[in-house]
């Protein structure tokens, strides 16, 4: 894996979009439900990213407070693969991506709180917006609301730990920050399949899956997870979260030209889309311009 700080660091930004954009297809490819296929993606991009370490010479040494620490974050990873995947599981990729595309906003909202910042008055305004976007495409499309929730459940997660590594990675390298919150994650999801009695009986891939697994996990996840915190320490975590709307919209166009009419959506929906758009991609610089961020 070529290091991110010999490219250009948003040319890595957008390489690691584009295939984060390329997720939401392979998870509508692969057959396994959403924690099996969650369970396998996290062991086969451990088994990678252990190998690619070790090549590498990292240490993966580490106080048993950061351990814990770095686990607990590792099962906020968990749960937002499972409600993303759970997500497209129960509508398809499109309605999935409307519920992640809040993640903008939930991040300005988070980043204050966790990072002990001053509230600022326009998350509200434009918590408004977002609402009443999804308001729109629940109105007309009622029988995806189990989708929009979990994608809303997806952005919370992924703003929450994309935030948090962003003060991790000052003290961490980023190999040992992703190896450790995938072996939380990890945990985790075994966690839930023991719960469900289902942990013994957990459906190995079949070949077609067990290839785009292996994609998935070795390019969407172990290398754009790890170039994805390494680039924290060039670029903040709000411009890295901001460029990541363009995430939803790489996916519906990958999902539009593989899997056709099947994520065509009424035109109510591309309305609410389209106000979720113009709220994540106007806040940012909303918020800079009277926040003065």
């Given at each position: 894996?070529?290091?991110?700080k010999?490219?250009?660091?948003?040319?890595i930004?957008?390489?690691?979009?584009?295939?984060?954009?390329?997720t939401?297809?392979?998870?509508?490819?692969?057959?396994?439900?959403a924690?099996?296929?969650?369970?396998?993606?996290?062991?086969?991009?451990?088994?990678s990213?252990?190998?690619?370490?070790?090549?590498k010479?990292?240490?993966?040494?580490?106080?048993i407070?950061?351990?814990?620490?770095?686990?607990v974050?590792?099962?906020?990873?968990?749960l937002?693969?499972?409600?993303f995947?759970?997500?497209?599981?129960?509508?398809n990729?499109?309605?999935a991506?409307?519920?992640?595309?809040t993640?903008?906003?939930f991040?300005?909202?988070?980043?204050?709180?966790?990072?002990?910042?001053?509230f600022?008055?326009?998350?509200?305004?434009?918590g408004?917006?977002i609402?009443?976007?999804?308001l729109?495409?629940?109105?007309?499309?009622?029988?995806?609301?189990?989708?929009?929730?979990?994608?809303?459940?997806?952005?919370?997660?992924?703003?929450?730990?994309?935030?948090?590594?962003?003060?991790?990675?000052?003290?961490?390298?980023?190999?040992?920050i992703?190896?450790?919150?995938?072996?939380?994650?990890?945990?985790?999801?075994?966690?839930?399949?023991?719960?469900?009695?289902?942990l013994?009986?957990?459906?190995?891939?079949?070949?077609?899956d067990?290839?785009?697994?292996?994609i998935?996990?070795?390019?969407c996840?172990?290398?754009?997870?790890?170039?994805?915190v390494?680039i924290?320490?060039?670029?903040?975590?709000?411009?890295?979260?901001?460029?990541?709307?363009?995430e939803?919209?790489?996916?519906?166009?990958?999902?539009?030209?593989?899997?056709?009419?099947?994520?065509?959506m009424?035109?109510?929906?591309?309305?609410?889309?389209?106000?979720?758009?113009?709220?994540?991609?106007?806040?940012?610089?909303?918020?800079?311009?009277?926040?003065?961020?």
């Open positions: 894996m070529t290091e991110p010999a490219i250009n660091k948003y040319v930004l957008h390489i690691i979009i584009l295939l984060w954009g390329f939401p297809v392979l998870g509508k490819l692969i057959s396994l439900q924690l099996d296929l969650v369970f396998w993606r996290l062991s086969f991009s451990l088994l990213l252990y190998a690619y370490l070790k090549f010479g990292v240490s993966l040494t580490i106080s407070k950061d351990l814990l620490h770095l686990l974050w590792g099962a906020v990873v968990g937002h693969w499972y409600f995947y759970h997500a497209i599981k129960v509508s990729v499109s309605i991506l409307a519920g992640f595309s993640i903008t906003l991040a300005s909202v988070l980043q204050p709180i966790m990072l002990k910042k001053k600022f008055w326009g998350d509200a305004l434009y408004l917006i609402v009443a976007g999804l729109i495409i629940l109105q007309f499309e009622k029988f995806y609301a189990a989708g929009i929730i979990f994608g809303i459940l997806a952005a919370i997660t992924g703003a929450m730990f994309g935030i948090y590594n962003g003060k991790l990675i000052q003290n961490h390298e980023a190999g040992k992703t190896f450790y919150e995938f072996l939380g994650a990890l945990f985790t999801i075994a966690i839930f399949q023991a719960f469900l009695g289902e013994t009986n957990i459906r190995f891939p079949e070949y077609s067990l290839v785009y697994l292996l998935l996990s070795i390019f996840t172990t290398l754009a997870f790890t170039w994805s390494e924290l320490k060039k670029i903040d975590p709000l411009t890295v979260i901001i460029t990541n709307n363009l939803p919209i790489y996916g519906v166009v990958f999902s539009l030209i593989l899997f056709g009419e099947s994520e065509m009424s035109g109510g929906f591309y309305a609410g889309a389209a106000m979720l758009l113009f709220a994540v991609f106007t806040y940012p610089f909303f918020k800079r311009k009277f926040y003065k961020i």
